[in-house]
């Protein structure tokens, strides 16, 4: 079993930042890869950030590059997604998650951003 917490969503006024935390526990030895996704109201969920454990390769979605940046604590276990110059249309539930042979998924949390 995989486990993931999420925390650092709220709500910040656009231009602000945000980080994004999720601590990675259970069996946790083949995870290869860990990221985040996120899902606005009525839309699909999209791959925002990701990083491979063993190398750090890291993936921004072009929506996010160059204000979302995804990082790895390997020592806690722990994976973060910085987020500066925040826009409403971030604004979504974003959900940590961790892959060995299937996807582990977090409980998501809330980002909101006003304008």
């Known amino acids: 079993q995989v486990q993931l917490v999420e925390s650092g969503g709220g709500?910040?006024?656009a231009g602000?930042?945000?980080r994004l935390s999720c601590v990675v526990?259970?069996?946790?030895?083949?995870?290869?890869?860990?990221?985040?996704y996120r899902q606005a109201p009525g839309l699909q969920r999209e791959l925002v950030a990701s990083i491979t454990t063993y190398?750090?390769?890291?993936?921004?979605?072009?929506?996010?590059?160059g204000r979302f940046t995804?990082?790895?604590?390997?020592?806690?276990?722990?994976?973060?997604?910085q987020m500066n110059s925040l826009r409403p249309e971030d604004t979504a539930v974003y959900?940590?998650?961790a892959e060995d042979y299937a996807l582990h998924w977090g409980r998501g949390t809330q980002v909101s951003v006003f304008s």
């Open 16 to 18: 602000g930042s945000l």
């Open 11 to 13: 709500l910040v006024q």
């Open 55 to 65: 190398s750090g390769t890291t993936y921004v979605a072009d929506s996010v590059k």
């Open 25 to 36: 526990s259970g069996s946790i030895s083949n995870i290869d890869g860990m990221g985040w």
């Open 70 to 81: 995804v990082s790895r604590d390997e020592a806690k276990n722990t994976v973060y997604l």
């Open 95 to 97: 959900y940590c998650y």
